[in-house]
């Protein structure tokens, strides 16, 4: 006898096709039938040795976040309920071209310096691995081999690549620095990613150019995997930004996936159209392109990411050196608040769109919740908490959020950072806030296809033969919310509220969330590249 069966569930199957009734019936991890309006057939039901009851309850596959900075939340924290509450099933990491692999023992420790304001800094984390396939193992074994909270797949981060061939210089690589870039993402690839990451306004990896991108790139493609860059501006040049990463992916050959696709800052208000229409005339030539983005205005990021490149070279004891010399930080502020850095994406500073999300020193706690006045604050908690500070940047427009999110290759992502005392919302709300305030609230998509956006995209995106959709055959993995009810429970006042209206959470079969509730299970594992 079976070992599920969830009867009565209104089946949302992630396809975008219309709501069904039906039995859902799970055995060995996999769903392995369904019997559609079972009760009003009056026919034999399938029976299992446990039953559960979904009157009210709307049934789909388990969410996807397609840009999540859990690296090393996964091996930290067993519960993971910021994710496995919210239905997410799949978290896809090793975003923004920053992440712990591959690395040596150099690399290892500039990064973990370089996001700490993502990730903090790692000292309850045993780093034993170097390469992709190491960490990807690791996730596998993690908590005494019992394993992770959910699924999670990696994306080669080449800023990390970058820092380990060439260093922290705003050069050109060398023919045999290049050379072995290539060689580190092909074994990142051989190992499992899935893809490969770039963070084109954080250092090191904003010094590379487009024909060094377009050799990693031509790599990643070669294994089938796909492109997903933080490209090199979200603010004054943000569409020559986007148009730069399509014509590089169309050079390169490789399917491209923009990172939370934005269009922030007072230059780019009203403007989503425009990008829009870039993308829809490079689709209609047959350009592979997708694109993440998360239901909130606020972006979130570290401090440091705010200096100007040329104050980040080096690295980050190169970085505190600059701070603490005055002559060195007044050029800095000029840059910021005059010029317009390259950090804040060609957008003069306003100082006041900057709160604190999180530090490191607790001797700076007061400062958390708190907007900056100066850029004298600024470079105090830079120095103090040795660029630790993590932000919110509240610059984005509404108007932009819901044209975007509307779009038939968007996707759901958190790009949700765990770190710090008072983190974005959007780490533990994005999903149900999409199901219930866009939704069920502003009706600006339907339920169906909201939850295809969530499901079924972005795993055709990751290749997974087996995921995204409730259909036989497929994993089990597998979400039950109210459609009444579901809802973000966090809010920028209390950012780490669970969200409300979803009882139940599977993976692979095993309940994660049950009535309500964390379980002790972790099904968790690795999702590696699929040939």
Same mark, same amino acid.
């Given at each position: 006898? $079976?070992? *599920? ?42 029976? +299992?040795?446990?039953?559960? /009851? ?68 790692? /000292? ?14 690791? *996730? ?29 210089? /705003?050069? $050109? ?39 060094? #991108? ?64 870039? *993308? ?11 694109? =993440? ?31 603490? /010399? ?36 607790? $001797?700076?706690? =007061? ?13 105090? #908690? ?35 950072? #765990? ?7 959007? +780490? ?48 089990? =993995? ?43 299970? *972790? ?9």
């Amino acid at each position: 006898m $079976e070992e *599920l069966v969830i009867r009565d569930a209104d089946v949302v199957d992630g396809s975008g096709a219309p709501s069904y009734r039906a039995d859902v019936v799970i055995d060995g991890g996999r769903i392995v039938s369904i019997v559609q309006e079972a009760a009003a057939a009056g026919c034999q039901r399938p029976k +299992a040795r446990r039953e559960l /009851d979904a009157e009210g309850l709307t049934l789909s596959p388990g969410f996807i976040d397609m840009h999540a900075h859990s690296d090393l939340a996964l091996l930290r924290d067993p519960d993971h309920s910021a994710k496995a509450a919210q239905g997410v099933t799949l978290e896809v990491i090793g975003q923004d071209g920053l992440s712990y692999a591959p690395v040596d023992d150099r690399t290892l420790a500039e990064v973990r310096r370089a996001i700490a304001g993502w990730n903090g800094y790692g /000292d309850d984390i045993d780093f034993d691995w170097r390469s992709v396939g190491e960490y990807l193992d690791r *996730l596998d074994s993690g908590f005494e081999g019992r394993g992770i909270a959910v699924n999670a797949a990696y994306l080669i981060p080449q800023g990390t690549v970058r820092m380990l061939a060439v260093g922290w210089e /705003d050069r $050109e690589a060398t023919p045999q620095e290049l050379d072995r870039m290539r060689q580190l993402v092909a074994e990142g690839m051989e190992q499992g990613a899935v893809g490969m990451s770039s963070g084109l306004t954080y250092t090191p990896g904003m010094y590379a150019k487009d024909a060094e #991108l377009t050799e990693l790139c031509r790599v990643v493609a070669s294994y089938g995997g796909y492109y997903c860059p933080h490209h090199r501006s979200y603010g004054a040049g943000a569409l020559e930004a986007y148009k730069e990463m399509v014509e590089l992916s169309r050079e390169a050959g490789c399917s491209l996936h923009l990172a939370h696709a934005t269009m922030n800052f007072g230059v780019n208000e009203g403007r989503a159209p425009e990008l829009l229409s870039l *993308l829809d005339e490079a689709l209609a030539t047959g350009a592979d392109i997708s694109l =993440d983005t998360y239901p909130y205005t606020p972006g979130c990021t570290t401090l440091v990411a705010m200096l100007p490149s040329w104050a980040s070279e080096g690295g980050p004891e190169e970085i505190l050196k600059r701070l603490a /010399d005055d002559e060195t930080a007044d050029r800095i502020r000029h840059h910021l608040e005059v010029i317009g850095s390259d950090g804040c994406h060609g957008v003069p500073m306003e100082w006041d769109t900057i709160e604190i999300a999180g530090v490191e020193n607790p $001797e700076l706690s =007061d400062y958390v919740g708190r907007r900056l006045d100066s850029w004298t604050t600024a470079r105090h #908690l830079l120095l103090s908490d040795r660029l630790a500070p993590s932000i919110l940047q509240h610059v984005g427009h509404e108007e932009n959020v819901r044209r975007i999110m509307r779009h038939r290759v968007h996707t759901g992502g958190s790009d949700g950072i #765990l770190q710090g005392a008072k983190p974005h919302p959007r +780490a533990y709300g994005t999903f149900p806030r999409y199901l219930g305030h866009y939704v069920r609230e502003l009706g600006l998509l339907s339920l169906e296809e909201c939850v295809s956006h969530l499901t079924s995209r972005p795993a055709a995106r990751l290749r997974l033969p087996d995921r995204g959709l409730v259909k036989e055959g497929y994993r089990a =993995d597998l979400v039950l919310f109210n459609p009444a009810t579901v809802a973000a429970g966090s809010t920028f006042e209390e950012p780490r509220r669970l969200p409300a209206g979803i009882p139940h959470v599977l993976i692979d079969g095993r309940f994660v969330i049950e009535a309500g509730h964390r379980t002790n299970e *972790l099904p968790g594992r690795s999702i590696r590249r699929t040939p």
